[in-house]
T-cell receptor
Framework: GAVVSQHPSRVICKSGTSVKIECRSL??????MFWYRQFPKQSLMLMATSNEGSKATYEQGVEKDKFLINHASLTLSTLTVTSAHPEDSSFYIC?????????????FGDGTRLSIL | AQKVTQAQTEISVVEKEDVTLDCVYETRDTTYYLFWYKQPPSGELVFLIRRNSFDEQNEISGRYSWNFQKSTSSFNFTITASQVVDSAVYFCALSTTTSGTYKYIFGTGTRLKVLA
């Protein structure tokens, strides 16, 4: 149980393109989902917390207009990288929080490797 | 401050050796949770274990064991008789509530290389 599906797994596109990444919890409802960014050989950097039915909470330094997050249902959150540029190339990972308590683990998607040419 | 420190950036061992990955945390919370995740080369993060601050019992799961010590704020992870498939980056994480918002604080990860 507790499977999170992230799609696509890899994107290669031209500079200026907008890219949408989907994160779905397949067998549980996730009130809260998280979006992380990971640079090579580095830790996960939390970008934003996505709450179903409300606006996402962005971490300091993360541009809201650049990284649009929509959490339309209890099983789906999307991250759209708008007008992507080469510096946006990275590994993006989503996670879904099962339940509401701090004791519940986050379950992660397989990640999306984004390459902007 | 809320912080997780994994001082070991990279560890290399030969297959069948035991290896311990260190995790030291800082938190003001009296109730908190600690987690270990494995990230193999394919990239996905795999949940390994959760421990709450009130339960200092050590845990063993097959070749994996965890030693939680509140007195030293440590939550170390030991792999016994390591195998090549254990090669991955391992992250320790602290679950905290800052300003009412739940989030993870991740350590920087330890890259484990198990050599055949």
């Amino acid at each position: 149980g507790a499977v999170v599906s992230q799609h696509p797994s890899r994107v290669i596109c031209k500079s200026g393109t907008s890219v949408k990444i989907e994160c779905r919890s397949l067998d549980f409802q996730a009130t809260t989902m998280f979006w992380y960014r990971q640079f090579p050989k580095q830790s996960l950097m939390l970008m934003a917390t996505s709450n179903e039915g409300s606006k996402a909470t962005y971490e300091q330094g993360v541009e809201k207009d650049k990284f649009l997050i929509n959490h339309a249902s209890l099983t789906l959150s999307t991250l759209t990288v708008t007008s992507a540029h080469p510096e946006d190339s990275s590994f993006y990972i989503c996670s879904a929080h099962q339940g509401t308590g701090r004791d519940q683990p986050q379950h992660f998607g397989d990640g999306t490797r984004l390459s902007i040419l | 401050a809320q912080k997780v420190t994994q001082a070991q950036t990279e560890i290399s061992v030969v297959e069948k050796e035991d290896v311990t990955l260190d995790c030291v945390y800082e938190t003001r919370d009296t109730t908190y949770y600690l987690f270990w995740y494995k990230q193999p080369p394919s990239g996905e993060l795999v949940f390994l274990i959760r421990r709450n601050s009130f339960d200092e019992q050590n845990e063993i799961s097959g070749r994996y064991s965890w030693n939680f010590q509140k007195s030293t704020s440590s939550f170390n992870f030991t792999i016994t008789a390591s195998q090549v498939v254990d090669s991955a980056v391992y992250f320790c994480a602290l679950s905290t509530t800052t300003s009412g918002t739940y989030k993870y604080i991740f350590g920087t990860g330890t890259r484990l290389k198990v050599l055949a």
